[in-house]
């Protein structure tokens, strides 16, 4: 059964939330860069790669390392009754209801508490203030 968040309880909490999305965005941050550093060792492995082996092994396992990270943290997020929209800008919906219908609570890690709410089918840009 999915849980259903009251405006309070989805505010109580932010503060767990706010302190997973920054690790997440952090580790992704780093998995760009490791698969940036991937693709590039990939590019000079291409033209002349001899030795380039364990080093290519190796920044595969820090990308490997870095997405599991990105997931279970995902996880732990959908384990709380809620879920991860757009990590870049740290955006969170919660299910809810609003005068009897469901409804999605949608919160930013920039924003200070749970301010805004849209239906189901609709995404950020149907957000209504709460």
């Not at 989805?10 to 693709?39: C, D, F, G, T, Y």
């Not at 609570?105 to 950020?124: F, K, M, Q, T």
Request: charged share 30%; aromatic share 4%.
């Amino acid at each position: 059964m999915q849980k259903i968040w009251s405006v309070e309880e989805a505010n109580q909490v932010l503060p767990h939330l706010r302190e997973i999305l920054s690790v997440l965005i952090e580790q992704k941050k780093r998995a760009e860069l490791a698969e940036e550093a991937l693709s590039e060792l990939e590019a000079r492995a291409r033209g002349n790669g001899h030795g380039l082996g364990a080093e290519m092994a190796h920044r595969r396992a820090r990308v490997r390392a870095a997405t599991d990270q990105i997931r279970q943290a995902l996880e732990q997020v959908r384990g709380l009754g809620c879920e991860v929209k757009d990590l870049d800008s740290g955006l969170v919906d919660f299910p809810s209801e609003r005068e009897g219908r469901p409804v999605l609570l949608c919160w930013s890690i920039n924003e200070p508490a749970v301010l805004y709410y849209h239906d189901r089918d609709h995404g950020y840009s149907g957000r209504q203030p709460l």
